[in-house]
């Protein structure tokens, strides 16, 4: 069954950058776009980064362009999330998923930047 585990969050100043990392098995990874999503404390998932299979198209949302890179590793069946110039509200909680509607996600990682 497909299986993801995010990993990578922690806490950072703002200004600062953290790497996600989400380790897929289960699929065949390199068929399926992947997408990264967060929730925030009180609020609904939001959509945040979408990548092809092939990992040649991203797509971001407009509140992390520029700041946030999606990447992934086909061999290593891995997604990636480069996060820099953080900003305090995107402490939330990160989830990898398999669709685009982000029902098929892991557990998350936790993010907290503090100002």
């Known amino acids: 069954q497909v299986q993801l585990a995010e990993s990578g969050g922690g806490s950072a100043q703002a200004g600062g950058s953290l790497r996600l990392s989400c380790a897929a098995s289960g699929f065949t990874f390199s068929s399926y776009d992947m997408s990264w999503f967060r929730q925030a404390p009180g609020k609904g998932l939001e959509w945040v980064s979408t990548i092809n299979g092939g990992g040649a198209v991203t797509h971001y949302a407009d509140f992390v362009k520029g700041r946030f890179t999606i990447s992934r590793d086909n061999a290593k069946t891995t997604l990636y999330l480069q996060m820099n110039t953080l900003k305090p509200e995107a402490t939330a909680m990160y989830y990898c998923?398999?669709?685009?509607?982000?029902?098929?996600r892991g557990q998350g990682t936790q993010v907290t930047v503090s100002s």
């Open positions: 998923a398999a669709d685009a509607l982000g029902v098929t």
